[in-house]
C-alpha cells in the first residue's frame, strides 16, 4: 500500500492540485521540481513558497544541461511561444524532447532514496493531443519499466490522466485551494499573456467552473 509518494510539482496549476490531493489522502509527500532552463522559471518560485508554507519535503534540480542536447522546443530555446490552444498544430512548439522521460527517471531514483512507493506526476486529458509524454500508453510504459528498474518497485501514476483542466480544477476548488499560488502562462513576465496555449486552457477553466482567475493578465479576461 502506497504511502509515500514523490510529486513532481512543477508550481503549475495542474501539479499544485496534484500536491494537495496527495496531502488530502494523507500520504507523505517529498516535492521534486526542476528547472530545466524554461522561460517561466516563475512556476519554481511558486513551487518553493508553497512547499514552504506546508512544510514539505522540497527538492528543485537544476538539469538545465539537458538543453544542450535537446533544442527546438519554444519553452527553452529562442523561439516565440505560439498563441493558441493546444488543439492547434503551432503547440507541438512547445514539446520539450523527451522530458517526461527523463523527469520520471530522476524522480524514480529519489523515490527509492526516500523509501516512496509512487511517483506521481500532471499529465491529463487535455495533453494528450500535443504531448506523447503525457498519453496513457506513455504511462503505461514508464510504470512498467520503473516498477523493476530497481530491488524497490516504484509505481508511476498519473492521477488526472483522464480528467481535463476543468475538472482538475473543480477538485481543486472543492479543496479549497487558492490558485495565486500557481503560475501557468509559458511566457516569463510579470504577468501572465493570457495568449499562449497554456494561459488559454487555464482561463477556460475557470470559465467551466464559473470562477474567475485570481491571476492578472495583460489582456482582458
Known sequence: MTDTVVVIYSGGMDSFTLLHRALARGLRVH????DYGQRHVRELACARQVCQALAIPHKVLDIRAMS??????????DIDVPEGHYEEESMKATVVPNRNMILLSLA????????????????????HAIYPDCRPEFVEKMDAVCRIANYEPVAIEAPFMHMDKGQILAEGLKLGLDYRHTWTCYNG???AC??????????EAF???GVRDPLE?????
Request: hydrophobic fraction near 35%; aromatic fraction near 10%.
Open 217 to 221: 493578465y495583460e489582456v482582458p479576461v
Open 68 to 77: 544542450e542536447v535537446m533544442s527546438g522546443s519554444s519553452l527553452t530555446s
Open 31 to 34: 516535492a521534486l521540481s526542476f
Open 108 to 127: 524514480t531514483g529519489y523515490a527509492v532514496t526516500v523509501g516512496a512507493q509512487a511517483v506521481w506526476y500532471g499529465a491529463h486529458g487535455g495533453d
Open 189 to 191: 513576465r510579470e504577468r
Open 207 to 209: 470559465a467551466a467552473n
Open 194 to 203: 493570457g495568449r499562449c496555449g497554456s494561459c488559454v486552457e487555464r482561463l
